[in-house]
C-alpha cells in the first residue's frame, strides 16, 4: 500500500501552487468576492498550463489524467478559493466527463478540445423550484419532439456558474412511465444564449462572484443532436457521474477546510494575550488539533474514492462517504477557526469569514449529507431504502 503520489503527480500539484500563488492570491480573491466578478482570464490561464485538460484524452487535445489528477488540482485551488474550485469542477468533473462517457463523436470532438483550450464553459440546470433532491418525483420542466427539434419549456434553480458559462445542460422529461420513474428523462447540452432561455441572479450568504441562477426556459427550440446520450435514458448519464461529482466536491471541502486550518493556526502564532502567544492554550490548540486530525481522515478517504474510480472499482459509498465526511470536517474546521480568531473572523480583514460562509452551500449541495447517509444505509450497510 502506498500513499505516496506519483512524480508526475508531485510536479502537478506544485506547478497548481505556482499558478495559485501567482494568478488567484487571497487578497485578489478578497477583491472579487466583495466585487462579485468572476475574473474574465482565470479559466482561460488555467487553459494554458493545460489544467482545464487534466482528466481529458490525450486525443482530444489533454493530458489523459484521471480523477486522481482533478483531485488534485481541485485541492491546491479551493485552498485559496472554492469558487474558483467549483467553476473548474463544473468543467472539468462534470461537463468533461458527460461529453465523453456520454456524447457520440461528433459532440466530443467538438466540445472537448474546445474545453482544453478554455473556448468553452458549462453550467447545469437540474433542479426545480419545488425539487430539491428529489429530481425524479418534482420533474416538471419538459421537452416536446417536433420534427427534428425538442421544445424545451420549464424552470429551474441553483443553477451555478451561469454568469462564466457558454453551454448549458438541462436535464427535461421528454417521456413517462408510471412504473418506473427515471425513464423518460433527457440531457441537452445547449447554447447558454438560445432563444428563449431568461435567467436572474440569486443573492446567496457565499459563493458571491460564482453567482447561481434561476432559469427560465419558455419554448426553446433546439435540434435533436443536442441530445446527449439517449433520449429518455438521461437518467442513467446523471447517475453515471455522480461518483466523480461527489469526489469533486469532498476536494474542493477537502481543500477549503485546510485555508482555515492553515489561517487559524497563523493567527494563533500572532496573537499575544496574557504575555504570550495563544498558540500555546491549550483550549486553542486542542481546536486546531481536532481540525487537522478530521482534515487528514477527509483528504484520505477523497483520495481512496478517486484511486478508486481511476482504477474503474465500484466506488459509489466511498464517494458518498467522502462528500459527507469531508463537507462536515470542513465545516467543523471554519467554525473553530471562526472561534481561535474570534472578533478578529468576524471582519472582513481576514479570510475566514469567507470560508466560513462559503462552506455552508456544500453540506446540502450538490447533494443533502441526510441523503448521502441515506444512501450509505443502503449501499454500504444492505438497508431497506428509506426515501
Given at each position: 500500500?502506498?500513499?505516496?503520489?506519483?512524480?508526475?503527480?508531485?510536479?502537478?500539484?506544485?506547478?497548481?501552487?505556482?499558478?495559485?500563488?501567482?494568478?488567484?492570491?487571497?487578497?485578489?480573491?478578497?477583491?472579487?468576492?466583495?466585487?462579485?466578478?468572476?475574473?474574465?482570464?482565470?479559466?482561460?490561464?488555467?487553459?494554458?498550463?493545460?489544467?482545464?485538460?487534466?482528466?481529458?484524452?490525450?486525443?482530444?487535445?489533454?493530458?489523459?489524467?484521471?480523477?486522481?489528477?482533478?483531485?488534485?488540482?481541485?485541492?491546491?485551488?479551493?485552498?485559496?478559493?472554492?469558487?474558483?474550485?467549483?467553476?473548474?469542477?463544473?468543467?472539468?468533473?462534470?461537463?468533461?466527463?458527460?461529453?465523453?462517457?456520454?456524447?457520440?463523436?461528433?459532440?466530443?470532438?467538438?466540445?472537448?478540445?474546445?474545453?482544453?483550450?478554455?473556448?468553452?464553459?458549462?453550467?447545469?440546470?437540474?433542479?426545480?423550484?419545488?425539487?430539491?433532491?428529489?429530481?425524479?418525483?418534482?420533474?416538471?420542466?419538459?421537452?416536446?419532439?417536433?420534427?427534428?427539434?425538442?421544445?424545451?419549456?420549464?424552470?429551474?434553480?441553483?443553477?451555478?456558474?451561469?454568469?462564466?458559462?457558454?453551454?448549458?445542460?438541462?436535464?427535461?422529461?421528454?417521456?413517462?412511465?408510471?412504473?418506473?420513474?427515471?425513464?423518460?428523462?433527457?440531457?441537452?447540452?445547449?447554447?447558454?444564449?438560445?432563444?428563449?432561455?431568461?435567467?436572474?441572479?440569486?443573492?446567496?450568504?457565499?459563493s458571491w462572484f460564482l453567482h447561481s441562477y434561476e432559469v427560465v426556459y419558455r419554448d426553446v427550440r433546439v435540434p435533436a443532436s443536442c441530445?446527449?446520450?439517449?433520449?429518455?435514458?438521461?437518467?442513467?448519464?446523471?447517475?453515471?457521474?455522480?461518483?466523480?461529482?461527489?469526489?469533486?466536491?469532498?476536494?474542493?471541502?477537502?481543500?477549503?477546510?485546510?485555508?482555515?486550518?492553515?489561517?487559524?493556526?497563523?493567527?494563533?502564532?500572532?496573537?499575544?494575550?496574557?504575555?504570550?502567544?495563544?498558540?500555546?492554550?491549550?483550549?486553542?490548540?486542542?481546536?486546531?488539533?481536532?481540525?487537522?486530525v478530521e482534515l487528514d481522515l477527509a483528504q484520505l478517504s477523497t483520495y481512496k474514492a478517486a484511486w478508486m474510480q481511476d482504477q474503474k472499482l465500484d466506488c459509489s459509498v466511498q464517494a458518498a462517504?467522502?462528500?459527507?465526511?469531508?463537507?462536515?470536517?470542513?465545516?467543523?474546521?471554519?467554525?473553530?477557526?471562526?472561534?481561535?480568531?474570534?472578533?478578529?473572523?468576524?471582519?472582513?480583514?481576514?479570510?475566514?469569514?469567507?470560508?466560513?460562509?462559503?462552506?455552508?452551500?456544500?453540506?446540502?449541495?450538490?447533494?443533502?449529507?441526510?441523503?448521502?447517509?441515506?444512501?450509505?444505509?443502503?449501499?454500504?450497510?444492505?438497508?431497506?431504502?428509506?426515501?
Open positions: 500500500m502506498n500513499f505516496e503520489f506519483t512524480q508526475e503527480q508531485r510536479a502537478l500539484q506544485e506547478a497548481v501552487r505556482r499558478f495559485v500563488d501567482k494568478e488567484m492570491p487571497k487578497h485578489l480573491i478578497a477583491q472579487w468576492d466583495q466585487a462579485g466578478e468572476f475574473p474574465d482570464d482565470l479559466l482561460d490561464k488555467m487553459a494554458e498550463l493545460g489544467l482545464m485538460g487534466a482528466s481529458v484524452p490525450l486525443a482530444y487535445g489533454g493530458t489523459g489524467g484521471g480523477v486522481m489528477e482533478e483531485t488534485i488540482i481541485l485541492e491546491e485551488i479551493a485552498r485559496h478559493s472554492s469558487s474558483v474550485a467549483m467553476a473548474y469542477g463544473m468543467d472539468v468533473c462534470f461537463g468533461a466527463v458527460t461529453v465523453e462517457r456520454h456524447g457520440n463523436d461528433e459532440q466530443r470532438e467538438y466540445f472537448l478540445p474546445r474545453l482544453v483550450k478554455g473556448d468553452c464553459h458549462f453550467a447545469l440546470s437540474m433542479t426545480e423550484p419545488d425539487g430539491g433532491t428529489d429530481i425524479l418525483g418534482a420533474m416538471k420542466t419538459n421537452a416536446r419532439l417536433d420534427g427534428d427539434e425538442y421544445v424545451i419549456n420549464g424552470a429551474k434553480v441553483y443553477t451555478t456558474g451561469l454568469n462564466i458559462a457558454s453551454h448549458i445542460f438541462v436535464v427535461a422529461r421528454t417521456g413517462r412511465d408510471e412504473n418506473k420513474p427515471s425513464h423518460g428523462l433527457t440531457v441537452f447540452l445547449i447554447p447558454k444564449d438560445t432563444t428563449g432561455v431568461t435567467y436572474s441572479k440569486i443573492k446567496k450568504l457565499g441530445v446527449i446520450g439517449t433520449p429518455n435514458r438521461g437518467w442513467h448519464a446523471i447517475l453515471d457521474t455522480l461518483n466523480n461529482e461527489r469526489i469533486f466536491i469532498a476536494a474542493v471541502c477537502a481543500g477549503l477546510g485546510r485555508a482555515a486550518l492553515e489561517e487559524g493556526i497563523q493567527y494563533a502564532r500572532d496573537r499575544k494575550a496574557f504575555g504570550k502567544s495563544i498558540g500555546q492554550f491549550q483550549a486553542v490548540q486542542h481546536q486546531l488539533a481536532d481540525s487537522l462517504s467522502a462528500k459527507y465526511y469531508a463537507s462536515e470536517a470542513a465545516f467543523r474546521a471554519t467554525d473553530r477557526g471562526m472561534r481561535v480568531l474570534a472578533g478578529a473572523g468576524f471582519t472582513m480583514d481576514y479570510h475566514m469569514q469567507r470560508y466560513y460562509r462559503d462552506i455552508r452551500q456544500l453540506i446540502f449541495a450538490p447533494v443533502t449529507n441526510e441523503m448521502s447517509k441515506n444512501f450509505i444505509a443502503q449501499a454500504g450497510c444492505g438497508l431497506p431504502r428509506s426515501y
